[in-house]
């Protein structure tokens, strides 16, 4: 798999109570996919955390707590079963 030379991580993350610090490096990885596509990130919960160096579980409970902060938007199909339009 291609992997960045850098992540950026936006300081207003590291200062937000709401999250945790890994959430930050999950959010870098988020970012980084998103500037290889159209402006949408549609990798997979596994590749993001190949990316962030840490597990898949790691990146469930990042990304919910990112969308409840501001940081990212998830689009879904159906929102009651959380099914994903493949993006975040």
Do not use: H, Q
């Amino acid at each position: 798999m291609f992997k960045p030379d850098f992540l950026i991580i936006p300081y207003a993350i590291k200062e937000c109570d709401g999250l945790r610090p890994s959430d930050g490096d999950i959010y870098a990885a988020v970012y980084w996919f998103e500037r290889l596509k159209d402006g949408r990130c549609t990798a997979s919960n596994e590749a993001i955390a190949e990316i962030a160096g840490c597990g898949v579980r790691n990146v469930r409970g990042s990304l919910d707590r990112l969308e409840k902060e501001g940081f990212i938007e998830r689009y879904y199909i159906d929102p009651d079963t959380k099914m994903l339009v493949k993006s975040c």
